[in-house]
């Protein structure tokens, strides 16, 4: 059985490689959403498609024409489209900050009662 002869070379690699480790730059106006808000204090009331950072969450102020607002709730609704879900419409539920802080008050005698 014969054997094989390697041979080795200590030549420089012929491409020069360079490696780069950075974050990912974001682009700030992309996390900016249009959402659909809406009032819900009765009668309801529709306050327009609004723009608002997409990790906006519940209990959060916003301002609206000069009005506070805070955010009762957060609904995000898919459609199915050629078998992917798809974002379809965002959704915020507000009251008025006022009536929040009274709903409050009003749930906290009731708990203790």
Do not use: W
Not at 22 to 37: A, G
Request: glycine share 6%; net charge positive.
């Amino acid at each position: 059985m014969a054997m094989a002869s390697a041979q080795f070379s200590c030549r420089k690699p012929r491409f020069n490689y360079r490696i780069e480790c950075r974050k990912k730059e974001r682009n700030r106006d992309r996390d900016i959403h249009p959402f659909i808000v809406v009032d819900v204090t009765p009668p309801t009331k529709n306050l327009g498609i609004r723009s608002f950072p997409n990790n906006i969450h519940c209990g959060e102020s916003i301002t609206i024409e000069g009005q506070t607002y805070t955010v009762k709730g957060v609904t995000h609704r898919y459609q199915l489209r050629k078998g992917k879900y798809e974002p379809s419409e965002k959704r915020l539920d507000v009251l008025s900050t006022g009536r929040y802080i009274l709903n409050l008050y009003l749930e906290n005698l009731f708990e203790k009662s």
